[in-house]
């Protein structure tokens, strides 16, 4: 694709990267048919090359209205187009670029720009969060069924096992996930000591910064970031071997901690150290001689998006738990979103329950006598409309045990 980018982006850093996945795109549609949100509202500019064009435009100097950032945010930065596209167009990393560039040029109203900032306020930060989810299950008897279903009931969880071991590997306890699933991290640190693994929690860890990121918020998120970086480097120079992702959406970010602060003189190293040693749990034990089930149960795997197309691991869950004696069920269209997203659940609400509808139906289609997935966002997503019980696939391996 040729490209004129216009004075005030030709020569910036955003405008130059902008600039090398824009004529990296062959406009050939490929990517179309697997974009939900096209498949759903059959509008070109809320397919990936619709939105590769507004952007182009948006570069070249062309006037952008709300409209244009409306068909931005309506994208799930699913990354389904990426695994499709055989140019290798980074699709995501150009839609981050665009929405933090209109972000500026069309400045969103009071309601809307509040709603953003209270998501950015609440969910990276567990005590907050906590605080609040507390309250919604104290409350969730007295409140209408509709509201109800999309709080979590509390989780009993297993003991963290915190045994020594020879070998070492850090884990993010993550936001959400730390108050809401907080037997994820504790089924996996069972786990890894089965396999003589010890699995370290760093003091002053926090947020990976993906809420941040995905809302535009770049230098909140680049915060987020250096303060993880600064939290586990201590452990990375004792020989810790890997920093354990449990939450797939937390992983695909961490991943590009290197490239995200690529021209911070000060962390940049230390970044592309730390994407290097993130792993997503299954990547860590797909290779592992793990127990085997005494029962062979049937599961419906909900591969998340930022797994099978942000990291490229399609199909490694399923192998783990096939080798582990699960019976896997057939699932329809399972490259496609549940509707989850981060906060595009709540951001685009309408949208997200049609996927959701969709992606329940084919989970259930089969007869599974339980959903698993490998992201937190997506389990509590899922598990508002499911009717069978929602899990981390990590905790079908720790009943093994």
């Not at 990976?208 to 915060?223: I, P, W």
């Not at 992606?359 to 339980?370: F, G, R, S, Y």
Request: some cysteine.
């Amino acid at each position: 694709m040729q490209t004129h980018l216009g004075a005030e982006f030709r020569n910036s850093v955003q405008g130059r990267e902008a600039d090398s996945i824009l004529r990296s795109c062959v406009h050939c549609g490929f990517c179309i048919a697997t974009c939900p949100t096209y498949q759903l509202l059959g509008d070109e500019l809320d397919g990936p090359r619709g939105r590769i064009y507004l952007i182009k435009e948006m570069l070249e100097g062309s006037e952008v209205s709300e409209k244009t950032r409306n068909h931005l945010d309506r994208c799930l930065t699913c990354c389904a187009c990426e695994t499709t596209c055989p140019s290798g167009v980074r699709y995501g990393r150009l839609v981050d670029i665009g929405r933090e560039i209109i972000e500026h040029k069309v400045p969103r109203g009071v309601m809307d720009k509040f709603t953003r900032y209270l998501l950015r306020q609440v969910f990276p930060y567990p005590a907050r969060f906590g605080f609040l989810l507390n309250i919604g299950q104290l409350f969730k008897p007295l409140l209408p069924r509709l509201l109800a279903k999309n709080i979590p009931a509390k989780q009993k969880t297993t003991t963290w096992i915190r045994q020594s071991h020879a070998r070492s590997m850090l884990v993010l306890q993550g936001c959400v996930q730390s108050v809401a699933t907080p037997n994820t991290n504790s089924a996996s640190a069972r786990i890894l000591d089965h396999l003589g693994i010890e699995l370290i929690a760093a003091n002053g860890a926090g947020c990976c910064g993906a809420v941040s990121h995905h809302l535009s918020a770049s230098e909140e998120a680049l915060d987020f970031m250096r303060s993880n970086i600064d939290a586990w480097w201590p452990q990375i120079e004792k020989g810790a071997e890997a920093i354990v992702i449990t939450a797939s959406g937390c992983g695909a970010v961490i991943k590009q901690y290197g490239l995200l602060l690529q021209h911070d003189v000060a962390y940049a190293d230390k970044a592309k150290k730390v994407s290097a040693l993130a792993r997503d749990i299954s990547e860590v034990l797909i290779n592992e001689p793990l127990p085997i089930a005494k029962t062979r149960t049937r599961v419906a795997f909900h591969s998340p998006c930022t797994l099978q197309h942000g990291q490229q691991l399609a199909g490694v869950v399923e192998t783990i738990l096939q080798n582990a004696g699960f019976e896997l069920c057939r699932i329809e269209d399972a490259h496609l979103c549940c509707g989850s997203a981060g906060t595009y659940s709540i951001l685009q609400a309408a949208l997200s329950q049609r996927l959701l509808k969709n992606k329940v139906q084919a989970l259930q289609a089969d007869q599974p006598e339980i959903i698993a997935t490998a992201n937190i966002g997506c389990q509590l997503h899922i598990a508002t409309t499911a009717d069978k019980p929602v899990v981390h696939w990590i905790e079908l391996l720790e009943r093994n045990l």
